[in-house]
């Protein structure tokens, strides 16, 4: 397969995600090249023929902005600053998303704003394709000046320091520079500002969680498809009319994907004795519809900052203007992040809702979902299970974002905490596969009381590919073996 070029293209998210599944090269193409050159070509001539001090230039960093450096010494003062920022802490990120930090990173300096040399551009697309992945703390960063920390963890290969992951090894990057007879860089004016300021870590796990958020949402549809015949729900509240009423796009979609699952399910269209379903049933197009059309906003945000030059101070070659403004602030992605974290977070709070009641003894359903209820507990501890998870996501929902700490002495004393906010929501994705596996697990146990009614072809199939993992249980076993097949089944679904 082709390269994927980088040439100054507005990138759009669902390219990110092939190039990042595929595992595709990446190579920058000839406009971006002279965007680069001709952008450090600008600054070199600046910084030659002019005394004007310029932030992290040919001065100090955060509240040392007003110390003058030398010339002599800008080199030294670049290498200090990656050195000095590596201050990550707590466990290492996992490698997909420190790769998609390196690939929006070298997207942010291909637009030809930053200063940088081609030579560093191209370290990093060298050190991107041969997969030699530096080691990135999660902890470290304010989500302000950049993600400082992260970035610096992710940089310090270029100069010759730190460790990265290589063919499956944590090994000195010295080692595996040698291997391909590479010498670490010394980075020019500005470099190491225009690497360290920036919002690729914030931005990389957004991009990882609006990917897994999209497709589970669409798969939790199916699961709660399949938790509807379970209890025998009744069709009426997902009919087109009644949801077209309400205006919002979102709930007209999930009314329409959970009808079209459905179709041809003889459990979903026949006459039922109740009058009415609890709200996590009857109320799924609203609760799943407002979590689509908050991800479809975030989606438009995390694309735009994708395109964006997020590092500080800027280059404008054709105005002749160095800016030190604010666009490494994350309050952008802090916002989103959070409010992720909560619209995925409420798609695991109405599931658990749903599971509460399939074991509940009620419609014709034995308690807790077992034979011989008393002698064996079923499903009951499931439930708890997932309650507590739920629990723990509404913790996690304390937004990150309305949090600031005054720091560098002052000089930066708003900070956006957007790392926080999307480590934070890593953890609610993967607690909402959790969710979404037991609820999937409880549903398919609760479906068999209502055979030989069927439900529709795709709930069938899907229970006959679950099966082949996960058994109907007839006495009580050990649940937890279960419960996390049921997971790995829903994040591979």
Same mark, same amino acid.
């Given at each position: 397969?082709?390269?994927?070029?980088?040439?100054?293209?507005?990138?759009?998210?669902?390219?990110?995600?092939?190039? $990042?599944?595929?595992?595709?090269?990446?190579?920058?193409?000839?406009?971006?090249?002279?965007?680069?050159?001709?952008?450090?070509?600008?600054?070199?001539?600046?910084?030659?023929?002019?005394?004007?001090?310029?932030?992290?230039?040919?001065?100090?960093?955060?509240?040392?902005?007003?110390?003058?450096?030398?010339? %002599?010494?800008?080199?030294?003062?670049?290498?200090?600053?990656?050195?000095?920022?590596?201050?990550?802490?707590?466990?290492?990120?996992?490698?997909?998303?420190?790769?998609?930090?390196?690939?929006?990173?070298?997207? &942010?300096?291909?637009?030809?704003?930053?200063?940088?040399?081609?030579?560093?551009?191209?370290?990093?697309?060298?050190?991107?394709?041969?997969? $030699?992945?530096?080691?990135?703390?999660?902890?470290?960063?304010?989500?302000?000046?950049?993600?400082?920390?992260?970035?610096?963890?992710?940089?310090?290969?270029?100069?010759?320091?730190?460790?990265? $992951?290589?063919?499956?090894?944590?090994?000195?990057?010295?080692?595996?520079?040698?291997?391909?007879?590479?010498?670490?860089?010394?980075?020019?004016?500005?470099?190491?500002?225009?690497?360290?300021?920036?919002?690729?870590? +914030?931005?990389?796990?957004?991009?990882?969680?609006? *990917?897994?958020?999209?497709?589970?949402?669409?798969?939790?549809?199916?699961?709660?498809?399949?938790?509807?015949?379970?209890?025998?729900?009744?069709?009426?509240?997902?009919?087109?009319?009644?949801? %077209?009423?309400?205006?919002?796009?979102?709930?007209?979609? !999930?009314?329409?994907?959970?009808?079209?699952?459905?179709?041809?399910?003889?459990?979903?269209?026949?006459?039922?004795?109740?009058?009415?379903?609890?709200?996590?049933?009857?109320?799924i197009p609203q609760v799943h519809g407002a979590t689509k059309d908050s991800l479809n906003h975030f989606?438009?945000? $995390?694309?735009?900052?994708?395109?964006?030059? !997020?590092?500080?101070?800027?280059?404008?070659?054709?105005?002749?203007?160095?800016?030190?403004?604010?666009?490494?602030?994350?309050?952008?992605?802090?916002?989103?992040?959070?409010?992720?974290?909560?619209?995925?977070? %409420?798609?695991?709070?109405?599931?658990?809702?749903?599971?509460?009641?399939?074991?509940?003894?009620?419609?014709?359903?034995?308690?807790?979902?077992?034979?011989?209820?008393?002698?064996? &507990?079923?499903?009951? *501890?499931?439930?708890?299970?997932?309650?507590?998870?739920?629990?723990?996501?509404?913790?996690?929902?304390?937004?990150?974002?309305?949090? &600031?700490?005054?720091?560098?002495?002052?000089? %930066?004393?708003?900070?956006? +905490?957007?790392?926080?906010?999307?480590?934070?929501?890593?953890?609610?994705?993967?607690?909402?596969?959790t969710i979404a596996g037991i609820e999937l697990f409880i549903a398919a146990q609760a479906i068999e009381?209502?055979?030989?009614?069927?439900?529709?072809?795709?709930?069938?199939?899907?229970?006959?590919?679950?099966?082949?993992?996960?058994?109907?249980?007839?006495?009580?076993?050990? +649940?937890?073996?279960?419960?996390?097949?049921?997971?790995?089944?829903?994040?591979?679904?």
């Open positions: 397969m082709k390269n994927f070029v980088i040439n100054g293209q507005h990138i759009s998210l669902k390219e990110i995600e092939k190039v $990042i599944n595929s595992d595709l090269r990446i190579e920058l193409g000839k406009n971006a090249q002279n965007a680069i050159i001709d952008c450090r070509n600008y600054l070199e001539n600046k910084i030659a023929t002019s005394k004007e001090l310029h932030y992290g230039i040919n001065t100090g960093f955060g509240a040392l902005c007003n110390t003058a450096i030398s010339n %002599e010494d800008l080199a030294k003062l670049q290498r200090n600053l990656v050195l000095s920022h590596a201050c990550g802490m707590g466990e290492f990120i996992p490698k997909r998303i420190v790769r998609l930090m390196m690939l929006l990173k070298i997207i &942010s300096l291909s637009h030809g704003h930053s200063g940088i040399q081609k030579e560093t551009v191209d370290r990093l697309i060298f050190l991107y394709n041969e997969k $030699i992945t530096p080691l990135v703390f999660e902890q470290g960063s304010l989500g302000a000046s950049g993600d400082l920390a992260p970035l610096a963890h992710l940089s310090l290969p270029l100069i010759g320091e730190g460790d990265v $992951i290589f063919k499956e090894k944590r090994v000195s990057c010295i080692s595996v520079l040698k291997l391909y007879d590479k010498k670490p860089l010394v980075l020019g004016a500005k470099e190491g500002l225009a690497l360290l300021n920036g919002t690729q870590f +914030m931005c990389a796990f957004a991009i990882d969680c609006i *990917i897994k958020s999209n497709k589970l949402w669409h798969n939790w549809n199916k699961i709660a498809s399949l938790s509807l015949d379970a209890y025998a729900c009744k069709s009426e509240s997902f009919l087109p009319h009644p949801n %077209e009423i309400r205006k919002q796009s979102g709930q007209i979609q !999930t009314a329409k994907e959970i009808s079209s699952i459905l179709k041809g399910s003889d459990l979903f269209t026949n006459k039922k004795e109740h009058v009415q379903d609890p709200y996590s049933f009857r109320c989606a438009t945000i $995390i694309e735009n900052e994708i395109n964006a030059v !997020t590092d500080n101070p800027t280059i404008f070659v054709e105005q002749d203007q160095i800016i030190s403004g604010g666009n490494f602030h994350g309050q952008p992605l802090a916002l989103i992040l959070d409010f992720m974290a909560i619209s995925m977070a %409420e798609m695991g709070n109405i599931s658990e809702r749903r599971i509460f009641k399939l074991i509940s003894g009620t419609r014709n359903l034995p308690p807790f979902l077992i034979s011989n209820p008393g002698l064996n &507990s079923g499903f009951m *501890i499931s439930q708890y299970t997932c309650a507590s998870i739920v629990s723990q996501n509404k913790q996690l929902c304390t937004p990150a974002s309305i949090d &600031s700490i005054d720091s560098s002495n002052g000089q %930066e004393d708003h900070v956006s +905490m957007g790392a926080n906010a999307a480590t934070k929501l890593f953890k609610v994705i993967d607690n909402c596969h009381y209502r055979r030989p009614e069927k439900s529709s072809t795709i709930i069938e199939d899907l229970l006959k590919d679950f099966r082949k993992l996960v058994p109907i249980v007839e006495e009580d076993v050990l +649940m937890a073996s279960l419960q996390r097949k049921a997971k790995s089944f829903v994040e591979k679904l």
